[in-house]
């Protein structure tokens, strides 16, 4: 069963760093694209950043130059590292991507990571 499974969440105070990874586990063929986005509370999900399969990215212009996004191909895992984090950057965090499967290729959403920055 092919799955998405975020971690590094938690709580960290304003000006703090964290690191998020997913994983994309089972019969992967190949990663088209990966994209971190996020929801706070009371808001809609909203786009955070993304990597294409040729290592390209691109970032909201509200995490720009504070969230860097990487991946790991051999094992199949996209990280985010987030510095200087803002109250503003609460929200939990979801993992999709793009993945060549059997029969084609889907899309995938991870269960969600909560990140808390305290004020």
């Known amino acids: 069963q092919v799955q998405l499974v975020e971690s590094g969440g938690g709580l960290v105070q304003a000006g703090g760093s964290l690191r998020l990874s997913c994983a994309a586990s089972g019969r992967i063929f190949s990663i088209n694209r990966m994209v971190w986005y996020r929801q706070a509370p009371g808001k809609q999900r909203e786009f955070v950043a993304r990597i294409t399969s040729g290592g390209s990215t691109n970032y909201a212009d509200s995490v720009k130059g504070r969230f860097t996004m990487s991946g790991d191909n051999a094992k199949n895992t996209v990280y985010l590292q987030m510095n200087s984090l803002k109250p503003e950057d609460t929200a939990v965090y979801y993992c999709?991507?793009?993945?060549?499967?059997?029969?084609?290729?889907?899309?995938?959403w991870g269960q969600g990571t909560q990140v808390t920055v305290s004020s």
């Open positions: 999709n991507a793009d993945l060549h499967v059997t029969g084609g290729i889907s899309n995938y």
